[in-house]
Every structure is written in C-alpha cells, then in structure tokens.
C-alpha cells in the first residue's frame, strides 16, 4: 500500500511537473510572438535615390559670389527640388566630393568642398550620403577623415568610406529603421582614381566575396530589405555594359531587394528582375545621373531620381514593390543674383529661358533611353 502511494505520489509530481513546464513554455512563446507581431505588422516606406551631388569649380565661384565674402552660400540650389525629396521617408544621394575644410576649395579633377554644401544637400532633405566614389580620395585620406567628421557634425548618415578598418566593422553592417521596417544599406565604388588609401583609410571597393559577406552580414543583423548602391560603369554612356549587368545578377541572386548605381554623370535604364529562388522582385538602377553640376554636354545637365516603394506585409514578409522615376534639369546661374539650381522637369515654366533647349534636348534624350529599355518602372510626371 504504501509503495502505491509512493508511486501515485511520484506520478502525479511529474504530471505536475510537466504541465508547469508546458504552461510556462506556452506563455513565454505567447510574449514573444505577441513582440514579433507587433515588429513585424504591415507596414510601408518610400525610398528616394538620387545621383551624383558634384562640384565643379563655376559651382563653387557662384556660391562664393553668392556668400559676399563670408563663406559659400548653396541655399537656392535645391528650393524646387526639396518637396519632392523631403516627402520620401528616406532619401539617398551620392556625395562625389571630399570636403576638405578649406581654406581653398577645388573643382575638376581633384576636388574639395566646403561644409555649406553638404549642408544646402542635407537641408534639402537627403538622409543618406553615399561616400565610395572615385573622388573620395581627390584631397588625400585627411580630408577624406574630415568628410566623416563633417557629415557627423550635420547629424547626417553615410556609408562607404571609413577611417580605419576598425570603423568599417563597426558600421557595417549599417541598418535604419525606417517607418518600423529595416533597411539594410551598402555602398561600393570600382575604385579612386589611381589614389591610394594610407594609413589604414578604408575605402568599400567592388570586391564579390567582401560585397556577399557583408551583406550576409547584414541580413543576419537583422535587415528585413537590403539596398546595395554602386559607384561603376563607364562615364557618359547611356546604356550599361555587360560587366554591369553581371555584377547586378550576382547582387541579385545574393539575395538584394534593391541594386542603386552611379558614376557615368548620364542616367541608364531601370528594370524590375525576378529573383526566382526568393520569389521576390528586385529593382536595379544601372545610373541615376548627376544630380547637380556644371558639366556642359546635353546628356550630364540633368538626371533622374527613383522613388521605390518597400513593405511589409501583414504575415511579416517584407518586400520590394514599386517604383518610378522623374527627371530633372541642373540649370546654370544667369547673373550674379542666381545659382546653380535643380528644378525639375515636371515645372518647366521655372527653366531659365535661355536654357529651355539645353533642357529640352536632355529631357527628350532621357525619355528615349527610359522608354525603350526601362521595365516595369514607369515616370511619375508625364
């Protein structure tokens, strides 16, 4: 009798036991699916992708004469084109100078800005400034530190230069939270011009195997969409090459949501692919551009911004879904009372006069090539 207790005790203490631990479990896994639930919700972003912000020396001239003498002024650079960008939730641009800190400043070829014009980007609304470019290292690694510093001090993102390779691991990978999806951003150049990193100034160069291992490592931090934005192919050339589009698949495939490209100072077409082992549409950019310059030639006095769409759905899957495109025009100053401007094509009626047939030619050379080979990413502004 008293070895029956003992064994009915025994069992119901295990029963016991046992259902404690699968109430507890059952709890624990309620609390953390109820946290994933509330993360991982339906939820949308608008992403904005512009193309090359350069410098050159007419730029910098207009925007001293345009300061009287006590600094350089870039305020009515960006007045028409800021809605546009500061209505994205986050906007990208690719900053294609050093900012040197003066006190003389450079154009074409080796250039240098001043504070005030990654200021005028900034307060036009740019989250994000894209670093890896071929005149990165025009001013040498110091003043390339500086930029750092200096984007720092605005209280502005930027990704693909670094001062060491301690800083590179440290930010990379580099993910924003952007209206409660996260966004993983990458940026590499082909390379600097000849100019050497020193001191351990570290540069994101194209390199396969480092571009797949970091952004597997950001997959792994916790990206839910990954962009990868690059500094390549040939300057002045309306349609990418082959090594472009090799490079653009092998991205793809990796496992990116969004391939962004610059560098030739002309846009090349954009096209939504299928990577069919993720079931997911990616949008690739082969180039956006100048964004703003004082090149000559009808097919660098503009280019395009994209605008791409990325959500989360409401079983937690977050994915690419559209984009589109405008263009805009990059007019020069009439008179000591006006400055470089980007206005864009869909106000036509704030084009100087004199330079409606510089736009005009850009505009129509733009929409051929985007009409003849862009895919599924259509323009907003007829």
């Known amino acids: 009798m008293t070895v029956k207790f003992l064994l009915l005790s025994l069992l119901l203490l295990i029963s016991g036991c046992s259902g404690g631990g699968a109430a507890a479990q059952t709890d624990s896994a309620a609390d953390s699916t109820s946290g994933i639930s509330e993360q991982k919700g339906p939820a949308q972003a608008t992403l904005l992708f512009a193309g090359d912000a350069m410098q050159h020396q007419g730029q910098l001239d207009q925007a001293k004469i345009r300061g009287g003498g006590k600094g350089y002024d870039y305020s009515q650079c960006f007045t028409y084109i800021a809605p546009t960008i500061s209505e994205a939730d986050?906007?990208?641009?690719?900053?294609?100078?050093?900012?040197?800190?003066?006190?003389?400043?450079?154009?074409?070829?080796?250039?240098?800005?001043?504070?005030?014009?990654a200021?005028?980007?900034?307060?036009?609304?740019?989250?994000?400034?894209?670093?890896?470019?071929?005149?990165?290292?025009?001013?040498?690694?110091?003043?390339?530190?500086?930029?750092?510093?200096?984007?720092?001090?605005l209280g502005v993102d930027h990704i693909g230069t670094y001062r060491d390779s301690l800083q590179r691991r440290e930010l990379v990978p580099f993910i924003k939270d952007v209206n409660g999806i996260k966004i993983g951003f990458l940026n590499y150049?082909?390379?600097?011009?000849?100019i050497e990193p020193r001191d351990g100034m570290e540069v994101a160069m194209i390199d396969r195997r480092r571009i797949a291992d970091e952004m597997r490592l950001t997959r792994e931090a916790g990206a839910e969409i990954l962009v990868v934005t690059l500094h390549w192919g040939v300057e002045y050339v309306l349609l990418q090459n082959r090594n472009q589009e090799d490079l653009a698949q092998y991205i793809v495939d990796n496992g990116a949501d969004l391939v962004i490209g610059g560098h030739p100072h002309v846009i090349?077409?954009?096209?939504?692919?299928?990577?069919e082992k993720e079931q997911k549409d990616v949008l690739v950019v082969y180039s956006l551009g100048n964004f703003i310059s004082n090149m000559k030639t009808a097919d660098t006095r503009g280019g395009?911004?994209?605008?791409?769409?990325?959500?989360?759905?409401a079983d937690g899957n977050a994915r690419f879904k559209s984009a589109d495109y405008d263009t805009f025009f990059s007019s020069k100053p009439y008179g000591d009372s006006t400055n470089y401007m980007v206005i864009p094509s869909w106000m036509p009626e704030k084009i100087p006069a004199g330079?409606?047939?510089?736009?005009?030619?850009?505009?129509?050379g733009a929409q051929k090539i985007f009409d003849a080979h862009n895919v599924n990413v259509p323009r907003k502004h007829k």
């Open 90 to 117: 986050y906007a990208v641009v690719n900053l294609e100078v050093p900012l040197g800190g003066g006190p003389v400043y450079r154009g074409y070829p080796c250039f240098s800005a001043p504070d005030s014009y």
């Open 119 to 153: 200021k005028a980007l900034r307060d036009a609304g740019f989250d994000l400034f894209l670093t890896a470019n071929n005149h990165c290292l025009d001013s040498g690694d110091r003043a390339a530190r500086r930029t750092l510093l200096a984007l720092d001090s």
């Open 189 to 194: 150049t082909y390379g600097t011009n000849g």
């Open 268 to 275: 090349q077409p954009m096209k939504v692919v299928r990577n």
């Open 304 to 313: 395009a911004l994209v605008r791409a769409v990325v959500e989360r759905d």
């Open 355 to 364: 330079q409606k047939a510089h736009w005009e030619l850009f505009d129509r």
